[in-house]
């Protein structure tokens, strides 16, 4: 029995045609169809009910009122209602008598990372390490004291801040502007350096105590180990805030470094400013 011969019929096609190729003309399949109109829908629902649309200072609210903003602000004061007491006394407490291992402490640690974390490791490092020009706060070098009485003061209002009229302020003069001579500079170096057991390539350091003794030592004091009244540091530890080569030191010296920490005192309040205090007096470098 031979088979009837199947009909070829030529297959619908867009009429579109690229290199040869067609495109063929068939229909989605029916549920397809459904699901795509359904999506489209639910997008125009979306839009209406959520934010959606930005404009320029928001966007649209959407009928729903949803936030999320509004969320995220609803968790910090439930967090803030919850450590509203803990708070209030870390705001007032003395820190000189803040008991390690209590539940005040153990709050002002935890609080004080955060806020480390968020405003100060920019400038001193995730680890308080510090870096060029930026103190490190887990060593026993300290500029204007590492009690944490003295800590504190330092955070609530700066050094060299403009923003604080009780900011602390020093000021190391350039002595390059007219001030020293370049061989001067050269001997004053040499002279710094060996109080750090370090030599130098350049300059005479019996010449330069001398020139210390003249232009330095009411500040440094005069075996070189620094003033914290005044923010002098210690130049006989072998700890450099500005870097311990040659070229760094004559660059000090002849330029005058002028660091600038902001007075916290504007953006944080007192409990924050405690416990971060009390969290960097912690790392190990404070006194």
Same mark, same amino acid.
């Given at each position: 029995?031979?088979?009837?011969?199947?009909?070829?019929?030529?297959?619908?096609?867009?009429?579109?045609?690229?290199?040869?190729? +067609?495109?063929?003309?068939?229909?989605?399949?029916?549920? =397809?169809?459904?699901?795509?109109?359904?999506?489209?829908?639910?997008?125009?629902? &979306? $839009?209406? =009910?959520?934010?959606? =649309?930005?404009?320029?200072?928001?966007?649209?609210?959407?009928?729903?009122?949803?936030?999320?903003?509004?969320?995220?602000?609803?968790?910090?004061?439930?967090?803030?209602?919850?450590?509203?007491?803990?708070?209030?006394?870390?705001?007032?407490?003395?820190?000189?008598?803040?008991?390690?291992?209590?539940?005040?402490?153990?709050?002002?640690? +935890?609080?004080?990372?955060?806020?480390?974390?968020?405003?100060?490791?920019?400038? #001193?490092?995730?680890?308080?390490? !510090?870096?060029?020009?930026?103190?490190?706060?887990?060593?026993?070098?300290?500029?204007? !004291?590492?009690?944490?009485?003295?800590?504190?003061?330092?955070?609530?209002? !700066?050094?060299?801040?403009?923003?604080?009229?009780?900011?602390? =302020?020093?000021?190391?003069?350039?002595?390059?502007?007219?001030?020293?001579?370049?061989?001067?500079?050269?001997?004053?170096?040499? &002279?710094?350096?060996?109080?750090?057991?370090?030599?130098?390539?350049? !300059?005479?350091?019996?010449?330069?105590?001398?020139?210390?003794?003249?232009?330095?030592?009411?500040? #440094?004091?005069?075996?070189?180990?620094?003033?914290?009244? +005044?923010?002098?540091?210690?130049?006989?530890?072998?700890?450099?805030?500005?870097?311990?080569?040659?070229?760094?030191?004559?660059?000090?010296?002849?330029?005058?470094?002028?660091? $600038?920490?902001?007075?916290?005192?504007?953006?944080?309040?007192?409990? +924050?400013?405690?416990? $971060?205090?009390?969290?960097?007096?912690?790392?190990?470098?404070?006194?």
């Amino acid at each position: 029995m031979s088979k009837k011969p199947v009909e070829k019929k030529e297959p619908d096609t867009t009429g579109h045609e690229w290199d040869g190729i +067609q495109e063929f003309n068939n229909p989605l399949p029916r549920w =397809w169809v459904w699901v795509f109109y359904a999506t489209i829908v639910w997008g125009i629902g &979306y $839009v209406i =009910w959520y934010p959606a =649309w930005p404009l320029i200072n928001g966007a649209t609210p959407g009928l729903g009122g949803y936030s999320t903003r509004a969320e995220v602000a609803e968790d910090i004061q439930k967090f803030k209602d919850m450590n509203a007491e803990l708070d209030a006394q870390l705001a007032s407490v003395d820190l000189t008598a803040l008991e390690p291992g209590s539940d005040l402490s153990n709050y002002a640690i +935890q609080s004080g990372r955060a806020t480390f974390a968020n405003f100060c490791s920019q400038c #001193h490092g995730s680890g308080a390490d !510090g870096s060029i020009g930026y103190p490190s706060l887990i060593d026993n070098d300290w500029l204007w !004291g590492g009690d944490i009485e003295n800590i504190a003061l330092t955070i609530r209002h !700066g050094i060299r801040s403009e923003d604080d009229d009780d900011t602390r =302020w020093s000021e190391m003069p350039a002595f390059g502007d007219d001030f020293l001579e370049e061989e001067e500079i050269a001997n004053v170096v040499a &002279y710094v350096m060996s109080l750090s057991d370090m030599s130098a390539a350049n !300059g005479d350091a019996a010449a330069g105590a001398e020139v210390y003794a003249d232009n330095c030592s009411s500040c #440094h004091a005069d075996n070189g180990t620094g003033d914290r009244e +005044q923010g002098a540091p210690n130049l006989a530890d072998a700890l450099w805030l500005f870097g311990d080569s040659e070229e760094q030191i004559t660059a000090i010296v002849s330029e005058g470094p002028f660091g $600038v920490m902001p007075a916290w005192s504007v953006k944080l309040s007192d409990s +924050q400013i405690n416990a $971060v205090a009390a969290y960097v007096h912690g790392l190990g470098g404070g006194e």
